[in-house]
């Protein structure tokens, strides 16, 4: 997957999971949507996907109608060969990638993600300067509160004047750091605080935060992806609200409100990679701790179902299309002429989109054409002819391939592909060929009278077609068209206006 396709993947598990938050929020334990929005970020930042029948990409799939084929939007490339080295054959086999160009998305997106990842650590080493000055806080009650939370990682508790809120930061050495105006006789409200911060401690929430933040500089230009970012760290907070209150019980609910209100008050800015007490919306915070019930087996089991259901159906990618001609015996496949295609719904076709000569940088010739199949099956084989025009139209007799010492100019040249081509994708060849007069190549990679740049244009034909189920298509019109244009004078304007060249491929009853 590149990395649009991993956006609009993404993008579509973003929208399923706030719809289901608006909907369950106050209904099933908060850790749900946290562990969906984790879900998003591993759509978000993993290239690939595992194919599943329930998919809703494949429910998609298989609700389109044929007709839908003639639009693909699946392109394959081959790379070019680019033709340095005379006595290398492995370059054929394995021909080396075209120099890829910078495009201007390419440019925008890299200058968009280091800005945004600029914001967020210079954020973050901001605080870290300032949290340096913090004072370490020597408590009794802290202490006891810290030794039932059983911490395994070093914990520090610190204060400091240059905030106003309850904040954690830190991985490895994580540090509670609490406003030095806190009301330190106030034993229920430190308890309180100290469970909230210990709980992100305990979950890793900085780390969960830092890769969210990692996933919105990747894909920032999608504002999706920010509200993602939102509504996941507003979701952290909530579970860790509603943990602290199984932790305390029932009766904890009215304090710890009332807690956050008076925290809300004092609420500091943005820090992006720092778990903070009061750091979400406290309206939805207080409803949810309000709300908050006593987990239940039904509960768990519907949590589990949502999540299950929600990466099978979103996180997932389409599977491979069912063709029940894959069940076929294979004598029977044998005894289908294979000559026929068989009869579909609606005419089949195959398109030969452009067949263009492009350069090298060094000014080398190749050929880049590109196909279609707009048909029901697979392609395993094609073979088709090329022929070669200078700038005037005129037909060039050519060395089509240079490798072989033996091989004859001629008007025609026969190809043969054995590369798939899946129904509706669209296949490109560049390179393979090069285009010599029938001077000697010994001073390759110029032949003749710099006969390499006099061909202009290629038309190409398609000659036989073999599909996945051993029937093979012939062209019925190939020797007319050979004998139309092979070796004749073409206008210009005619072999400009040439493709797309489409096949008509409804034989058969």
């Excluded at 495009?103 to 967020?120: H, N, P, T, Y």
Aim: proline share 5%; hydrophobic share 40%; aromatic share 10%.
């Amino acid at each position: 997957m590149n990395l649009l396709e991993m956006n609009l993947a993404g993008a579509v598990l973003i929208i399923a999971v706030l719809i289901l938050r608006s909907i369950f929020i106050n209904r099933l334990p908060k850790k749900t949507f946290v562990i969906l929005w984790e879900l998003v970020l591993i759509r978000l930042l993993l290239p690939f996907t595992l194919p599943s029948i329930f998919s809703v990409y494949t429910l998609l799939n298989r609700s389109m109608s044929p007709s839908l084929l003639e639009n693909p939007q699946t392109v394959h490339t081959i790379p070019a060969i680019a033709p340095t080295d005379f006595a290398t054959l492995q370059a054929l086999a394995h021909p080396p990638a075209a120099r890829p160009s910078v495009s201007l998305w390419s440019v925008i997106w890299c200058v968009g993600m280091v800005l945004c990842a600029c914001f967020f650590v210079i954020t973050y080493l901001r605080c870290r300067v300032e949290f340096q000055t913090a004072l370490p806080v020597e408590n009794t009650d802290i202490t006891q509160c810290l030794q039932k939370q059983s911490v395994k990682r070093k914990l520090s508790i610190c204060q400091s004047d240059r905030i106003s809120t309850p904040l954690t930061y830190g991985i490895l050495r994580p540090v509670i750091l609490l406003p030095k105006n806190t009301d330190w006789e106030n034993v229920h409200e430190l308890h309180y605080i100290l469970s909230h911060e210990c709980v992100h401690i305990k979950r890793f929430d900085a780390i969960t935060k830092l890769i969210a933040a990692f996933a919105l500089c990747i894909h920032w230009f999608n504002p999706i992806v920010w509200a993602m970012y939102l509504y996941f760290n507003r979701d952290i907070e909530l579970s860790c609200d509603e943990r602290v209150i199984r932790l305390f019980g029932e009766k904890s609910k009215s304090t710890y409100s009332h807690m956050l209100i008076r925290m809300e008050a004092k609420k500091s800015g943005l820090l992006p990679l720092i778990s903070t007490f009061c750091k979400n919306a406290s309206e939805e915070r207080i409803t949810a701790i309000m709300t908050t019930r006593r987990t239940s087996p039904v509960m768990v089991a519907a949590s589990c179902l949502i999540v299950f259901a929600t990466a099978s159906l979103f996180a997932t990618s389409a599977a491979a299309a069912d063709d029940s001609r894959q069940d076929m015996p294979a004598a029977a496949a044998a005894d289908d002429s294979r000559q026929n295609i068989p009869a579909a719904s609606s005419p089949m076709s195959i398109t030969h989109e452009s067949a263009d000569i492009l350069y090298y940088d060094d000014a080398s010739p190749y050929i880049h054409d590109i196909l279609t199949n707009n048909t029901d099956q697979t392609i395993t084989e094609t073979q088709y002819c090329m022929l070669a025009y200078d700038q005037n139209g005129a037909p060039l007799k050519l060395r089509w391939n240079f490798l072989d010492s033996s091989a004859q100019s001629s008007f025609e040249n026969i190809v043969q592909s054995s590369e798939n081509i899946l129904p509706g994708e669209t296949e490109q060849y560049r390179g393979g060929w090069s285009l010599y007069d029938d001077g000697k190549t010994a001073d390759f990679p110029k032949a003749g009278d710099d006969g390499a740049n006099q061909a202009a244009y290629i038309l190409v034909c398609l000659k036989q077609v073999t599909f996945e189920n051993h029937a093979v298509w012939k062209n019925p019109d190939y020797e007319n068209w050979l004998d139309t244009y092979a070796g004749k004078e073409t206008r210009a304007a005619e072999l400009l206006g040439y493709y797309p060249h489409e096949y008509q491929i409804s034989l058969g009853k």
